[in-house]
């Protein structure tokens, strides 16, 4: 939109840049302005709703000041992760179906082709962003490029590293002269073999996952809320206790200025949380996806569920404390 585009001219030429190196990762069609553009207002939008829904809640100004800050940052965050989970998608395919294409290279092999030939002829419109790799490779060939460097290209379009290791070997079995069709049945093997042992790890590991949410959701926040509650009261009890005069030791507090509103301490309390949820997201991620990246998709979750137990928490203990 037009609108869009005339906020990204406002922005600066580095973070444009950046956008772009985003879209080129995600191999989308996007023009960056337009989506600096639109990612600037939709986030400054949505911090504005959260602010209008925190004076609901009646809270002071400095968490309402301080949940808006939060959930623009988030927001960016997560209009630009938008496109690194979609590259991460389609490195995975490609990398799932990259074992047949060399199957496909190997059996052309075995039937006489020559090896550009053979990838021209694997590439098929199945292996979608493959089949336009291979193609670009055997038009490079044609041009004149020889196939090592045309391969070694293709590795690093793609952005997979299994890809670009792959190539590694290949391109070393080209200069060696070695039988090239066998070498890529047996990488194809292997890839297949470790598929298999990812799959069996990722569910001998189901326990430290459901453990790392508990933990991060609901585990720390409860104790993060009860025990700032507590510390309110107390700081109450004393800001009371030195106002009339009263002395504090015979009351069991400890004695001297208070430097921390509770305010202050509610925002303390919030920030630990929320870099607990985003080093807890990267750790499932790097868990059950073997990339840390794709566990940014959990933090949405774990983040909202921890502000909410922490909020629960918080309500429990001022119960209990005013029984």
């Not at 039937?111 to 670009?136: C, Q, V, Y």
């Not at 890839?191 to 933990?215: D, G, H, Q, W």
């Not at 609901?218 to 104790?223: E, K, N, T, V, Y």
Request: glycine share 6%; with cysteine.
């Amino acid at each position: 939109m037009i609108i869009f585009k005339k906020i990204g001219n406002l922005l600066p030429n580095f973070y444009i840049q950046k956008c772009q190196k985003l879209i080129n990762y995600a191999h989308v069609e996007k023009d960056p302005r337009e989506f600096a553009g639109s990612s600037l207002l939709y986030s400054l939008l949505i911090s504005l709703a959260v602010a209008l829904i925190s004076t609901l809640f009646n809270l002071s100004t400095v968490y309402i000041l301080f949940f808006s800050i939060l959930s623009f940052i988030l927001s960016e965050v997560f209009f630009h992760l938008d496109f690194v989970f979609i590259g991460i998608q389609r490195i995975k395919k490609m990398e799932k179906l990259f074992p047949d294409i060399l199957n496909l290279i190997s059996a052309n092999l075995r039937a006489g082709m020559t090896l550009d030939k053979s990838i021209w002829a694997a590439s098929r419109p199945e292996f979608g962003h493959l089949a336009k790799e291979l193609n670009d490779v055997g038009k490079d060939v044609v041009a004149g490029k020889p196939i090592d460097a045309a391969l070694k290209e293709m590795g690093e379009r793609t952005n997979s590293n299994l890809i670009k290791q792959t190539i590694k070997l290949i391109v070393e079995g080209i200069k060696s002269g070695g039988k090239l069709e066998r070498l890529l049945r047996e990488i194809a093997r292997d890839i297949r073999s470790m598929e298999r042992i990812s799959e069996e790890i990722k569910s001998s590991l189901t326990m430290y996952v459901m453990f790392i949410f508990f933990a991060s959701a609901i585990a720390s926040p409860f104790i993060f809320g009860s025990s700032s509650k507590f510390i309110e009261v107390s700081i109450g009890l004393q800001s009371m206790a030195a106002s009339s005069g009263i002395g504090t030791s015979f009351m069991g507090l400890n004695q001297g200025e208070i430097l921390i509103t509770n305010e202050q301490l509610g925002i303390f309390y919030i920030c630990q949380i929320t870099i607990i949820s985003l080093f807890a997201s990267l750790l499932l991620g790097l868990i059950q996806k073997g990339n840390e990246k794709e566990g940014l998709k959990y933090l949405p979750f774990i983040l909202s569920l921890a502000i909410l137990t922490f909020f629960i928490s918080r309500w429990i203990s001022e119960k209990l404390v005013f029984i």
